[in-house]
């Protein structure tokens, strides 16, 4: 089976602090995204990644980067924090035989006070 | 552009009685549909998928959706509803001419409760 893990699942920041929200993989899979998720709203994309040291934009990139450094790994970082990005952040993978679906990490709630 | 509607945010079913979570989509070509589960406060799960073939597809949990390519509809089914089965459903789709490397796009989601 697939796995995906966050590296929080529940985090609180203050407005303005540097925040890193990772995402670890075991299966090899070269594709991996981050999803803002709130309520009435679905799922929003942040930023995907087809490779090492490549991204892509998605739908809502503003106040957020990210950072593929190893394979197995992606990262999700807020410059700045403020208080609109309180949500909670769902990382995700797609790869090897399995090329159509999307696999999720438990997720990890973020609090900026 | 692909696009997914969730039209209910809300359906409650009593426990044993069947039911439906609807979805309509829109894409430029032929689609790959998916729909996940969210349980309190975890991650989404993968349910289901029509990629091609039989318009009735079997998943997780006793799920099934059925396919309708002239509606652009895939609803989600159960005959029998449990009260663990209450959760967020997500609807998602992707166009087949993408490559599968793309991300998929997902519905606004489906508060289902079944009550005992």
């Known amino acids: 089976d697939v796995k995906v893990t966050q590296s929080s699942r529940y985090l609180v920041k203050r407005t303005g602090e540097k925040v890193f929200l990772e995402c670890v993989q075991d299966?090899?899979?070269?594709?991996m995204f981050w999803y803002r998720q709130d309520p009435g709203l679905g799922l929003r994309l942040i930023y995907f990644?087809?490779?090492?040291?490549?991204?892509e934009k998605g739908d809502i990139p503003e106040g957020y980067s990210v950072s593929r450094e190893k394979k197995e790994r992606f990262s999700l970082i807020l410059e700045s924090a403020s208080t609109n990005q309180t949500s909670m952040y769902l990382c995700a993978t797609i790869g090897g035989l399995s090329t159509d679906t999307q696999y999720f990490g438990p997720g990890t709630r973020l609090t900026v006070l | 552009a692909q696009s997914v509607a969730q039209p209910e945010d809300q359906v409650n079913v009593a426990e044993g009685n069947p039911l439906t979570v609807k979805c309509t989509y829109s894409?430029?070509?032929?689609?790959?549909l998916f729909w996940y589960v969210q349980y309190p406060n975890r991650g989404l799960q993968f349910l289901l998928k029509?990629?091609?073939?039989?318009?009735l597809v079997k998943g997780s949990y006793g799920f099934e959706a059925e396919f309708n390519k002239s509606q652009t509809s895939f609803h989600l089914k159960k005959p029998s509803a449990l009260v663990s089965d209450s959760a967020l459903y997500f609807c998602?789709?992707?166009?087949?001419?993408?490559?599968?490397?793309?991300?998929?796009?997902f519905g606004k989601g489906t508060r289902l409760s079944v009550i005992a």
């Open positions: 029509y990629i091609t073939g039989d318009n």
């Open positions: 894409v430029s070509g032929n689609p790959y």
């Open positions: 299966m090899d899979h070269e594709n």
């Open positions: 990644s087809y490779d090492v040291k490549m991204k």
């Open positions: 998602a789709v992707r166009d087949i001419w993408n490559s599968g490397n793309t991300p998929l796009v």
